[in-house]
DNA sequence: CCGCATCCCCTGCGATACTG
DNA sequence: CAGTATCGCAGGGGATGCGG
């Protein structure tokens, strides 16, 4: 295998906001629209809406109307979605450690800027 | 631990070719810099360097110049860099499945437009 | 409650040309 | 060989308002 399929994995997440909302996926497995634009704090209706709908073409994430007045939707990740949690959790776990480094890189050109 | 750190993680790889960068250096150890220009086809001189910078800058990537006519650059992954090799490799992996899935995918929704 | 339509801005990226 | 400098555009994404 020669090519890089890191794309096509980066192109699931891409998008300034899925990989928020799948994450809110895998803490609760289900959650309603106004439910996931609550705990995504800064998101509007519009990105959270095509993010969604992106995520559902991708086979990723399902969409469930409940036809009822006031109306009701549930997002929930599909069972093929699922085979990217110990993705989710690689990269959290790697971002948690990354954060970490981050401080000391900062700290460092403090100590550059301070000794210039 | 609350707060999702996928996208310090995303940060990282973020610019259409870092990965790609990253996957060419996982490959060969050290490279040159028109050996990567050549190596990932359709990037610019421009988007090389630009996306080379930031994960120097991110210590993801290392930089050495030799001081000799012609120039000559090296770069390479950074120990800490090196620690993105299996979230790499996973990434890889889960993308060359989902290709697979892609393509079943896309043959469904063929079928349907052709029943519609 | 859930979502679509519209307008507009900003920046990521490409094309091209020039330097030590 | 390994970059910088400049220009220009497409489209991702924000703000806002309407509709079932």
């Known amino acids: 295998m020669e090519t ?5 994995a980066l192109e699931i997440l891409m998008g300034k906001w899925k990989h928020r ?3 809110e ?4 497995d289900v959650m309603r629209f106004n439910e ?3 705990a995504i704090p800064g998101i509007t209706q519009k990105m959270l809406t095509a993010q969604l709908r992106e995520l ?3 086979d990723i994430v399902i969409r469930k109307v409940y036809a009822q007045i006031p109306p ?3 997002y929930s990740m599909t069972e093929y979605g699922k085979s990217l949690h110990p993705l989710l959790d690689a990269m959290h776990e790697w971002g ?3 954060a970490i480094h981050l401080k ?7 100590l550059k800027e301070h000794n210039a």
Request: some cysteine.
């Open 4 to 8: 890089c399929k890191v794309d096509t």
């Open 21 to 23: 909302i799948l994450f």
């Open 25 to 28: 996926l895998t803490k609760n």
């Open 36 to 38: 996931l634009k609550r």
């Open 56 to 58: 559902e073409h991708h």
């Open 72 to 74: 009701k939707v549930e």
């Open 96 to 98: 948690s450690k990354h």
């Open 104 to 110: 000391e890189l900062e700290a460092n050109e403090s």
